[in-house]
């Protein structure tokens, strides 16, 4: 049998070297045995010369018992690999951490680095020309994102999809807005044991993720409008054959990028940044996705500039009506044309030069969409669902590094609000206290919990939305100002002020607040401060010095010493780009 005459390397085969299987070979000090080696197990698996010629494009796969979100992973995975032997390359699927949302301990939010790490490290060991990231549960495309982004090589987005809505006794209902309603009806007594248990089997109609604007919904359209996935990804559910062929369409898109050589550099500009954080506030989106978005752009070199998105914010209206903002779901978003109606809606405000993976800008991919056509899901700019963006930054003395509001699904008749502080050490103290009849609580009162952030969670955890107290639940409370240091569900609604910053962990003001204290929220003013002194802020600092947690083994323990606090995203430093270029919104 003749030798491969590819072997062994030779200098003139520098820039052949750097493709497909003679990627990133393995150091036996010898690159010729090396590919030789290399060649010889792949062949058998059973593939031939001819195969292995081909540009080699990865499949991250993240199916998982434990993660329904990514149910029909088997269904896109045979599609995907169809759209790329379509186009002449070569799928390699591997496995990567799958991080299910409501099967994660302590939270997700914990393992979000952790699967980043493991998607970077696994794009940077395994020959591959370019690679397509399959997610869609919460933490598991920004994870996906930031890995892609630091390891640097072509990329695209291919977004599992939402479930289908239920029903339930004749209304229709869906994962998790609905979750959180009938719980709270549950606790208030409205609903009982008989009715919860069935309304527990209607909620997921199928696999895919929460179908409303929660923080998978969200990160779908983040993803898109980043310009990070096919047009069309973000909206079909997971089911249907709208979803199977937009995977197909990935595989071929992604050969294309793999023989271009369009990395992902090229994608994730400061002006896609922009769009998507447009969007973000225009769907009503997760608070969530703030977070999420600054840890992609520290991988990229750029940080974001609360004050400049907190402008953004008042120029741009919620247009999309879906849950918790409005009443609809994902599957109606994509009935009505899905991101292509919503771009085009927003299309003024927009980076429309901004290159996507197609290689074409994002205004040529709006113009390619499918025309305008009557709908109510996503209004007119000049009917909005509320009239500025769904986030608002909030700062003061209790949030010096600022904090966030999801002002759209929140009550404004506690927008402009002075209260007495209710506070919580911690979630012991949350649960051991919250349904007593004891406790000294009263509609106007503010509730504080801290010690919930980046390293009091630990992992920051989504207990922002503190529940109501069952003895105001009882007598038909529906919201009361909530503040803390962690986060809330993009499917969570309420008057409920999240991400304060530095986090009490760390000996954020916050740490200080105490029982009585008066609170103010001024969505207005954008303030969130307790009415006491610098002086007594400072006093009490003083007498209670804190020291911030840390980890004895382990993953804990690298979680502990390299977090970074809420306003840089919660990432590890050491993961963050080695140097800041710039800052997003640009001013």
């Not at 980043?116 to 020959?127: F, G, I, K, N, W």
């Not at 695209?156 to 994962?175: C, D, F, K």
């Not at 069935?198 to 993720?209: P, Q």
């Not at 990935?250 to 050969?255: F, K, L, P, R």
Request: proline share 6%; glycine share 10%; net charge negative.
């Amino acid at each position: 049998m003749p030798v491969d005459k590819d072997l062994p390397a030779r200098p003139s085969d520098e820039k052949r070297n750097a493709a497909g299987l003679r990627r990133g070979l393995t150091s036996y000090g010898d690159k010729g045995f090396s590919l030789f080696l290399r060649k010889a197990f792949i062949k058998g698996s059973g593939y031939t010369d001819r195969a292995l010629e081909r540009p080699v494009i990865g499949i991250t796969s993240t199916g998982s018992a434990y993660n329904p979100c990514h149910g029909n992973m088997p269904q896109l995975i045979e599609a995907l690999k169809r759209g790329i032997q379509l186009a002449g390359g070569l799928p390699m699927e591997f496995p990567t951490i799958s991080i299910g949302e409501s099967f994660s301990a302590p939270t997700s939010m914990y393992l979000r680095n952790l699967m980043s790490m493991d998607t970077e490290e696994m794009l940077r060991a395994q020959p591959m020309d370019a690679v397509v990231l399959i997610g869609g549960c919460d933490k598991t495309v920004p994870a996906q994102l930031m890995g892609a982004a630091s390891a640097g090589i072509p990329a695209i987005q291919l977004i599992t999809g939402s479930m289908l809505t239920g029903s339930h006794r004749g209304e229709r209902v869906g994962a998790c807005t609905d979750c959180r309603r009938y719980w709270g009806k549950f606790r208030a007594g409205e609903v009982d044991d008989v009715e919860i248990s069935d309304v527990n089997s209607r909620l997921v109609a199928s696999v895919g993720t929460c179908s409303v604007m929660g923080t998978a919904s969200t990160m779908a359209c983040i993803a898109e409008a980043l310009g990070m996935t096919v047009p069309g990804c973000a909206s079909p559910p997971a089911v249907t054959s709208d979803r199977i062929r937009i995977a197909e369409e990935t595989g071929t898109c992604i050969v294309e990028m793999a023989r271009e050589g369009r990395t992902i550099d090229k994608i994730l500009t400061p002006a896609a940044f922009e769009n998507a954080m447009r969007v973000l506030l225009a769907i009503g989106g997760s608070t969530n996705g703030i977070v999420h978005l600054t840890a992609i752009a520290g991988r990229m070199g750029l940080e974001v500039d609360l004050a400049a998105l907190d402008q953004m914010s008042r120029e741009t209206p919620v247009l999309l009506d879906l849950k918790p903002s409005g009443t609809q779901y994902m599957e109606d978003f994509h009935h009505a044309g899905g991101m292509t109606t919503l771009l085009r809606e927003l299309k003024p405000l927009l980076n429309l030069d901004a290159l996507t993976v197609t290689g074409r800008t994002l205004g040529e991919e709006i113009e390619r969409g499918e025309p305008a056509f009557a709908q109510s899901v996503v209004r007119p700019f000049t009917q909005p669902i509320y009239p500025q963006g769904g986030i608002a930054v909030l700062r003061g003395n209790l949030a010096p590094g600022g904090a966030i509001i999801k002002q759209s699904a929140a009550d404004p008749r506690l927008m402009e609000h002075e209260g007495r502080a209710v506070v919580f050490e911690n979630m012991e103290d949350l649960a051991a206290r919250i349904d007593s009849d004891d406790l000294d609580v009263n509609p106007e009162d503010v509730l504080v919990l801290k010690n919930i952030g980046p390293k009091g969670g630990p992992g920051m955890p989504e207990a922002g939305y503190i529940p109501i107290p069952q003895k105001l639940a009882r007598a038909g409370v529906k919201d009361i100002i909530r503040i803390s240091d962690g986060r809330m569900s993009g499917t969570a609604f309420g008057t409920i002020v999240l991400h304060v910053t530095p986090e009490a962990a760390v000996g954020g003001p916050l740490a200080y607040v105490q029982s009585g204290d008066r609170i103010r929220l001024s969505l207005s003013n954008r303030e969130i401060s307790v009415l006491i002194s610098d002086e007594e802020l400072m006093r009490r600092a003083q007498n209670h010095p804190i020291e911030a947690p840390t980890g004895d083994r382990g993953y804990l323990k690298l979680f502990l010493q390299t977090v970074t606090q809420t306003d840089k995203g919660v990432d590890f430093d050491f993961l963050q780009a080695t140097s800041i270029t710039g800052s997003v919104p640009r001013k």
